[in-house]
């Protein structure tokens, strides 16, 4: 029997990426992957139970650490160090830092992403530090934080680059921009800004300079002065087949779109989130507009990134999609590999908002990633994308927002992400808001302390709903009864069971004044006020 040719391992992934392994190849590779996993004792799926300090966290929270409108004075990432014991006080055992990568200038929330190279260390674009700023003081921040046993999750954008160097003339297709699949004009020549040489950093950690070939369109055609979407020609061009297909094909979003079947680029961007993850010391990444780049590549980029550098790393998603059902087909797709984002759930919670008594509390969770795939899901309120002023807004305003957070943080299921802009405040922006930190903070401690255990439900009512966690014994005293109204005042009758008998509770929220005795059977009326939220714990 002939021994069989050994994998080339770039060549591999480069077929992976494209769909486009020989028959027979597919299984051989998923074996051989599997069995590099065992070998170097890393998981293919998310695990993050275990903090770098080695312990179980209890309860923990993501915070997105920033906001749209944070100021451009290069010291967050300094906010960021200094706030991190008060971090791992709150329950976080998780932060998501903002794109840390040189981006179109330091006005930029790091989106429009320039070199993914430089994390505020060249003189490029106008300064040597990002918004957040220099690479110094952001491995300080990540130290920090580290030495307080919180992960750090890198912003990874991945689907375009922003601020060319030098315009390029090539051959262009123009595409409906609401059906990216129609042809509406002939090929012909533009000059478009796909030329990425990177003068600043001359070379630095990767040689590699970007030109129109490694993009699939632009959006802005430099001969004629013309927007629109152009298609770039070439062989083996023209945009991945399986994106979101909202607008016809959904893989052109901004700027210069990267295209991951070239084999150039596969590379290069493989190695560069190896040296990403390695250079910071990251446990985790979270996903930047996947529902643009090509599912079968985020699948070998995730899977690699664990296989290169060894680590148990927690990923996490956003595909920005308002139904449950494509974002589960896409966890599917991307084989359990990483967590989305509950947008689904995002948008239940914006419509509660909106509609106030006339939303049906019952079916607050209809619909959502967390109702049917609760193991793969990050649930959040808001976040930069959702505020005011941006693109997809979609704000969750007034009062019911606590509340929202109450959903998040005191259930049994789901990876709660806090926002650093509910929690701190947003300064600037079209509609500045106070932080809710007076709010929120008994709540994250009662996620801390008290919410473990069976979860019992009794949404019963289509304005006033509750439900207990029993408590565990790895957690002495806890276990705690919810209850909130987005009508009038009101009570549930809720059963904390036989062995909490006699037992005193009180709302940590400080709302309801009068504590709450558990009669011979365990139960009591637990009270709230009108479009609000009370807590009950032990006393």
Known sequence: M????PIDPIDIIHQTATDTLPDGMEERVEERIEQLAEERGVSLGNAFEVTPDGTVPQNKVMMQAFEWYLPDDGQHWQRLKEAAQHLKELGVGGVWL?????????????????????????????????????????????????????????????????????????QVVKVDPEDRNRQISEPYDIKGWTRFTFPGRQGKYSEFEWGFQHFTAVDYDDLHH??????????????????????????????????????????????????????????????????????????????????????NLYI?????????????????????QLALFDV???????????????????????????????LNVVTFVDNHDSQ?????????????????????LLRRDGYPCLFYGDYYGISGGPNPQPGLREQLDPLLQARRQAAYGEQVDYFDHANCIGWVRLGDEGHLGSGLAVV????????????????????VWKDITGIIQDPVTLDDNGEAEFHCRGQSVSVYVRA
């Open 2 to 5: 002939s021994e069989q040719p």
């Open 98 to 170: 903002p794109p840390c990568c040189k981006a179109t200038g330091t006005n930029d929330v790091g989106y429009g992403v320039y070199d993914l190279w430089d994390l505020g260390e060249f003189d490029q674009k106008g300064n040597v530090r990002t918004k957040y700023g220099s690479r110094g003081e952001l491995e300080a921040a990540i130290a920090a934080l580290h030495g307080q046993g919180i992960q750090v999750y890198g912003d990874a954008v991945l689907n375009h680059k922003a601020g060319a160097d030098e315009a390029e003339l090539f």
């Open 226 to 311: 013309e927007n629109g979407i152009f298609r770039i020609l070439g062989e083996n061009k023209g945009f991945a087949s399986n994106v979101d297909s909202e607008k016809g094909n959904y893989d052109y979003l901004m700027f210069a779109d990267i295209d991951y079947r070239n084999k150039d680029v596969i590379e290069e961007v493989l190695r560069w989130g190896e040296w990403f993850i390695n250079t910071l010391h990251l446990d985790g990444l979270r996903l930047d507009a996947i529902k643009h780049i090509n599912a079968s590549f985020l699948n070998i980029f995730m899977t690699a990134m664990r296989l290169q550098t060894g680590k």
């Open 316 to 336: 996490a998603g956003e595909y920005w999609h308002r139904h449950d059902e494509a974002l589960a087909n896409f966890i599917s797709d991307v084989r359990d």
């Open 344 to 374: 689904a759930l995002h948008f239940n919670f914006q419509e509660a908002s909106i509609r106030g008594r006339d939303f049906d509390m019952r079916t607050i969770f209809h619909d959502t990633l967390l109702e049917n795939n609760p």
């Open 388 to 408: 005011e002023g941006q693109a997809l807004q979609s704000w969750v305003g007034g009062p019911f927002k606590v509340l929202a957070y109450a959903l998040t």
């Open 484 to 503: 909130m109204s987005n009508g009038d005042d009101g009570f549930k009758r809720m059963s904390l069971g036989e062995l909490n008998k006699g037992t």
